[in-house]
């Protein structure tokens, strides 16, 4: 455990529970996690548990944490909102509402990530067809964690300065830049949430 948690969960967790960061999401923290592992522990500390996977929607994270207490990690990092965009096999603002606050009832100390605009969408999606379904999700995503006593992390203001240079050669994910600029804001929060 980095710092001391003065909070009634940890006189509630039996001694031997080591503290965790768990991710959990879509593939932006994916990505971050298997493609960028020099840039984990400066993320998010020395000990980590992915489950985020490409291709998530709101729907993946009942699946993602499954038995898991997350009341027992650190925190959790989430980032969600992109897939959910895409019509047709995205989801509606209410379904998108509904996944998130089951899983933030649960409890737990929560950082999101919230989309940034693409350059590019899925096809047959467009981006200017996208991008403004991507800003809906991302201020529920912003509501739900903020209510519940969370942060929320803005990847297109952190990353806004890069331009067409945070992104990727698809238009979608992030470049290694993005990542870099996103990193000690994603500490920062743990280091917050976790006093």
């Known amino acids: 455990m980095r710092g001391k948690l ?16 768990l991710l959990v999401g879509d593939s932006n923290l994916a990505r971050l996690y298997y493609e960028l592992p020099d840039l984990v522990p400066r993320a998010f500390g020395a000990d980590v548990e992915c489950r985020a996977a490409g291709g998530a929607w709101s729907g993946s994270l009942r699946h993602q944490i499954g038995d898991r207490t997350v009341r027992d990690y650190e925190a959790v990092v989430v980032s969600i909102g992109s897939s959910d965009s895409h019509p047709p ?30 350059l590019r969408a899925f096809a047959p ?8 379904r991507i800003r809906g999700f991302s201020g529920i995503l912003a509501e739900l964690v903020k209510a519940s006593g969370g942060i929320a992390l803005d990847v297109g203001a952190i990353t ?13 994910h992030l470049t290694r830049g993005a990542y870099e600029k996103l990193v000690p804001e994603i500490a920062d929060a743990i280091k917050a949430v976790a006093r």
């Open 125 to 132: 999606c467009t981006a200017d067809e996208v991008n403004p």
């Open 160 to 172: 806004g300065t890069l331009a067409p240079a945070a992104y990727d050669d698809d238009g979608i």
């Open 89 to 118: 096999y995205g989801s509606s603002p209410a379904a998108f509402r509904e996944n998130l606050s089951r899983e933030l009832e649960s409890g737990g100390r929560w950082i999101a990530l919230l989309p940034r605009d693409l």
């Open 6 to 21: 003065q909070s009634s969960s940890e006189t509630d967790r039996p001694k031997d529970v080591q503290m965790t960061v």
